[in-house]
């Protein structure tokens, strides 16, 4: 009797009919022992052979099938009779005289070359992996394996491969998102059978890991090219961290995504691998061409179009790559500053409420499809609200001190305070920083009016500089001592530059690598006093002449080479070269002529853009300063002095006050009517016009004439206040007297403000105790006023020291007391010792106070603040800190390390615990 048998697929009957004709077999006919069923086309062609498929149950049926064949065709006779039930009459005329079992394990065997056989995991991973390797066999078969025995690896990695279009080896997550890019390729997965595709997706699980199950449940339920953007959504309605159970919202979300998964869960870690996976994907396809790249920002797109869709929009600022979470995030921040203000009193913010503003600050820089330049503005709003926090000093007592106030503090101040300006596209970020900026203002406007007091007082009282750097002493007690020591100049005169553009400058400078910025003795920066009005006509000549005195371009050259007859002074015509050529070859020849002492030049760039373009929204530098990077490049062998002739203020828009005035200058008028509200007199031999007496605003927004970008010719210290910067290539010993520069950048610019001091006011990047060194320092020997390269004092404060207050018995358990433990037991540790380079050992007391510095941060701190606890000069900062990495780097273990934002030193305190033997008590 007949035996009950499956149906076989059409590949099968093909593959038995492909072994069959290759056997040579002079047969009309071959039976195949299977169902007799057929639904498929009854005439294959194989090899230009025609061959019909025909269903037998029954022998007649059979005997039919042969009496009917054509002449130029073959027969598959499909039957579930036995050969005695077919008789040896009917398969006299068949091949082999006997019915062939269809075994789908020899197809397999067969698709992959015929000489190999699967072995029993695959066998027992079911019928299902035959008929798929059997139906799905390319053309030219399957890549055989190695040897004779087909692994199920092998099998499955090459049919999952085949059924997603993806190379075997790329089934990761990486490629199964790829392919879900793909809709056309997705249909050939979701049209397969159930029990195949249930398969392979089990499969895809086990090499791909967890990541498959969301990415082939969307694909399944007809969200597959959704499944990028659902990955991207997976970091908001799965927050990482362990034990925080969803809030009501995201839980009602998660519902609402199910249908986009067909009905799955996910877990939290499958989500976590999921989103980890979407964003792998976006950022290569960010760094990819243009193409790829509109992908990725479609992709973006679509995440935000499904969270409106799911209503978890608000929900975004989880979202540390999606747009929308950036700017949930920047809003946030915004209403963080604020708070921060509203919450203060007499306009210091409370420090709480400042560091919550960090907190926020920290979310936006670790977005990573931030808008760095409204990250950047951000940053410089902290940085003011860290300075309003900063107690005021005593008002200043001299004209240096002022002058000092404004290159070492207030400089930047006005560096940061035109970011904010500037604002932000964001009108609840704006409304921040505007209300920033008046409270920036209260405070700037009171220095303003202290500096032009002071400017008032030593002017009208014709009062004796001493250590004061005044414009027209620049190249007596500046440029001649340098060339009296052998050393040759290049004088830059950048019209216009004030001290936050002088800031810029030297920064762009220092980090090009190639320069090393000096200051006399290696102290802080100092500033030059400009004359008055602060104006072009004024001080370019004056700074020429070596007096007060006004003139135009021809008395420049005349006085100036009265006084250095061998040197060459150029100005903006004499700079201008031809096609192909950066640096005329005249003013080359002349800078590297050996008989020249010193080349100046006079740049216009920034003096130019306050009537031309906006200076407040120029980050100056080397490329933004027209001409300055390639003299630069041909000066390598002298002494760089950039100087200005006077600084700027920016127009202030809206608030920007129009006075009326006798003439049509801008910033100052002649003495016809008595000062008005932000006005004062001012009169002396250092006022070249007006016969002695001009009236000078000392309030950045008034204005006299028609409005411009910028202007200059009053009495704020942004526009008297000149920056000095000396550079030499990579030469601190260049010129006698002076040494490579420290740290220009106050404390409230680099660190974060954690902790109160005892005394209730703000403490910026808390600092270690004083920790002694080897050996004792000098006092500083008193200088007489005249003495020293021009007169600069040692750098210390003009504020009498207050009596040290008797120690309270909290004292003894300060936190700092731990932090010196810790830091002399690691000096003191075998380890340490070993590891001590003795070639050129960075000193004791300098690994002290990086590391103090960096425990007390918790483990961070900026490269510039290690630099000003250590006393190191800042060119020698990147050096002395590999050496310190080196110095801790136990077994090639991480100890410090560098933040990827290239100016954060992190310091692993475990982990120095543990590699240097300490006591973690």
Known sequence: MSVSRVAVRPAAVRRKVEAWLAERDDAEAIVLLARPEWTDDPVLTIDDTRVRVVPCATPLAARAALADRAAHEKLVLLTDLTDTELGDGL???VSLQTGRSVDPWDL??????????????????????????????????????????????HALRHLAGAVLALDPDEL?????????????????????????ADGIAAFLVEVAGPIAVPVLAAVRAGHGTDAIPLGLLAGVLWPRGPGTAPAVEIAVARTRLEPRFGGTRLTDH????????????????????????????RMLRRAEEIAAEIDVTERLVASALLPAGFTQRMRAFGAAVRMALSGSTAVVPALDLIEKAQDRLAEVEAHRSADRSRVETARMAVRLLRWLTIGDERDPSTMLTAVQRQIRDDGWVDRARLDVFAGDVDPQVAHAYRALHAAVDIRRARHDREFAEQLQDMTGAEREPGALLRVEDILDRVVRPILDNGRRILLLLLDGMSAAAGIEIADSLGRSGAWTELTPDGGPRTGVLAALPTITVVNRCSLFSGRITVGDRVAELRAFSAQFPDSVLLHKADLRTPAGLAVDPEVA???????????????NTIDDALDRSDPGTIEWSTDTINGLRDLLAVAQDR?????????????????????????????????????????????????????????????????YGPRKAGYHGGATPAEVVIPLLVFAAQDEHAVPGWAGAPVSSPEWWREPIREPASNGTAVVASQPETRPTSRPARPPR??????????????????????????????????????SALVDALLASPVYADRRDTRAPIPDERVAAMLSTLVVGNGRAALETLATRAGIPVHRMSGTFAALRRLLQVEGYPVLSLDPDGRTAKLDIPLMIEQFGLDPT
Do not use: C, K
Not at 180 to 191: G, I, K, Y
Not at 270 to 297: C, K, N, P
């Open 108 to 153: 397999v065997g067969q698709a992959f070359g015929g000489q190999v056989r699967p072995d029993s995991t695959l066998v027992r991973t079911g019928r299902w992996v035959a008929d798929a390797l059997t139906e799905l066999a390319p053309t030219h078969r399957w890549p055989p394996p190695a040897g004779t025995i087909l692994t199920r690896d």
């Open 172 to 196: 990761d997550g990486a490629g199964l998102l790829q392919w879900s890019t793909d809709a056309p390729t997705q249909m050939r997965f979701v049209e397969l059978p159930d029990a195949w």
């Open 589 to 603: 020849a002349a800078i590297d002529d050996s008989a020249v002492p010193m080349v100046a030049a006079v740049i």
């Open 270 to 297: 499958q989500a976590t691998l999921f989103l980890e996976a979407a964003e792998a994907w976006i950022y290569r396809a960010l760094d990819g061409d243009d193409a790829v790249r509109h992908d990725a920002h």
């Open 782 to 819: 008193q200088r007489a006023q005249d003495e020293g390269l021009f007169d600069l004092p040692s750098p210390v404060s003009t504020t009498p020291p207050t009596p040290a207050a008797p120690p309270s018995p909290d004292a003894a358990r300060a936190p700092v007391e731990p932090v």
């Open 91 to 93: 398969l006299a005329h």
């Open 639 to 703: 002494v760089v002095v950039l100087v200005s002739d006077h600084g700027h203020v920016v127009d202030r828009g809206s608030e920007a006050v129009l006075l009326s005035s006798d003439s049509s200058e801008n910033r100052w008028r002649s003495a016809t009517i008595a000062p008005r509200d932000g006005e004062l007199l001012f009169t002396g031999s250092r006022v070249a016009l007006g016969e002695g007496r001009v009236i000078l605003p000392w309030r950045e927004e008034l204005r």
